[in-house]
């Protein structure tokens, strides 16, 4: 098992990392109609269940779609979707502190989270590949953004199992805790300190690059634990089984689409965009 998941996960960087710093939006555009596909697939059976063909057409029209669209989104466009997703997962963060396990979510309540599992989908990928194409060194500073989510997942794991005593949401994921957020937070933080240092903050002070980057790699959290609800209530522990030794492609992504608009709107808050 260790061994698949190693192997998938080498797969999986050389061709995300590869296509973010070498390759055309246009293919970074296709990249992530590809994760859109994948995940809007898990996302309805996840929720609403349609059968197999069913499911499979709605995720090539919905992923599809986004890359005709995404052509045309500009600053302005972009501007109104990633503070819709900032407004979004701030309603699900109040979600989360509610939440409580029902195993039986009724139709109506799983059409609900399948649009809006479509709809933070949506944006998310739409403002990763206007990071990329907007910026001079959109490329990298994309591949930055997903790294916000990487490092703070691997501080949270290991200062979670070295020192988490707290559980953060026992009702939905008992395996994180607080004590494992602040790590994933301190490892982000020194992270950022470097990046800054190489990159000079890409043009932004070094208070504006620290505040983004830790409201970014906190809110990414909520997209973990969401979809751990999503799990929880379907009955299984992985989104999918599209990627060995990892799940699902929304297990992989699920906490990128939280931070994706959350951090665009950061960049237009304090005027990088």
Same mark, same amino acid.
């Given at each position: 098992?260790?061994?698949?998941?190693?192997?998938?996960?080498?797969?999986?960087?050389?061709?995300?990392?590869?296509?973010?710093?070498?390759?055309?939006?246009?293919?970074?555009?296709?990249?992530?109609?590809?994760?859109?596909?994948?995940?809007?697939?898990?996302? @309805?059976?996840?929720?609403?269940?349609?059968?197999?063909?069913?499911?499979?057409?709605?995720?090539?029209?919905?992923?599809?779609?986004?890359?005709?669209?995404?052509?045309?989104?500009?600053?302005?466009?972009?501007?109104?979707?990633?503070?819709?997703?900032?407004?979004?997962?701030?309603?699900?963060?109040?979600?989360?502190?509610?939440?409580?396990?029902?195993?039986?979510?009724?139709?109506?309540?799983?059409?609900?989270?399948?649009?809006?599992?479509?709809?933070?989908?949506?944006?998310?990928?739409?403002?990763?590949?206007?990071?990329?194409?907007?910026?001079?060194?959109?490329?990298?500073?994309?591949?930055?953004?997903?790294?916000?989510?990487?490092?703070?997942?691997?501080?949270?794991?290991?200062?979670?199992?070295?020192?988490?005593?707290?559980? @953060?949401?026992?009702?939905?994921?008992?395996?994180?805790?607080?004590?494992?957020?602040?790590?994933?937070?301190?490892?982000?933080?020194?992270?950022?300190?470097?990046?800054?240092? @190489?990159?000079?903050?890409?043009?932004?002070?070094?208070?504006?690059?620290?505040?983004?980057?830790?409201?970014?790699?906190?809110?990414?959290?909520?997209?973990?634990?969401?979809?751990?609800?999503?799990?929880?209530?379907?009955?299984?522990?992985?989104?999918?089984?599209?990627?060995?030794?990892?799940?699902?492609?929304?297990?992989?992504?699920?906490?990128?689409?939280?931070?994706?608009?959350?951090?665009?709107?950061?960049?237009? @808050?304090?005027?990088?965009?």
């Amino acid at each position: 098992m260790l061994k698949q998941r190693i192997i998938t996960a080498l797969i999986l960087a050389i061709v995300i990392v590869s296509t973010i710093l070498f390759a055309d939006s246009s293919w970074v555009a296709v990249l992530f109609a590809l994760v859109l596909f994948g995940a809007t697939l898990e996302l @309805l059976a996840l929720t609403t269940k349609p059968v197999r063909p069913l499911s499979i057409g709605i995720a090539i029209l919905f992923a599809f779609g986004f890359w005709i669209v995404s052509h045309e989104a500009g600053i302005r466009i972009n501007f109104y979707q990633s503070f819709a997703g900032l407004m979004i997962w701030v309603a699900i963060s109040g979600f989360l502190l509610l939440y409580q396990f029902s195993g039986h979510w009724s139709l109506v309540k799983r059409w609900f989270h399948l649009i809006l599992g479509c709809l933070a989908l949506w944006i998310c990928v739409h403002a990763l590949v206007f990071v990329h194409r907007h910026f001079d060194q959109g490329g990298w500073i994309l591949l930055y953004l997903l790294t916000l989510v990487w490092v703070a997942d691997v501080g949270a794991y290991f200062s979670g199992r070295r020192f988490g005593k707290h559980k @953060l949401a026992p009702g939905i994921s008992p395996g994180k805790t607080w004590e494992g957020v602040f790590g994933g937070l301190v490892c982000n933080l020194v992270w950022m300190l470097i990046v800054y240092q @190489l990159s000079h903050g890409w043009g932004l002070e070094l208070w504006q690059f620290i505040f983004i980057g830790l409201v970014t790699s906190a809110m990414s959290v909520a997209g973990d634990l969401y979809q751990s609800i999503l799990k929880r209530e379907a009955g299984v522990k992985d989104s999918g089984k599209l990627l060995p030794g990892h799940g699902g492609v929304l297990d992989r992504i699920d906490s990128v689409i939280a931070a994706a608009p959350v951090y665009v709107s950061g960049l237009y @808050l304090v005027g990088a965009v």
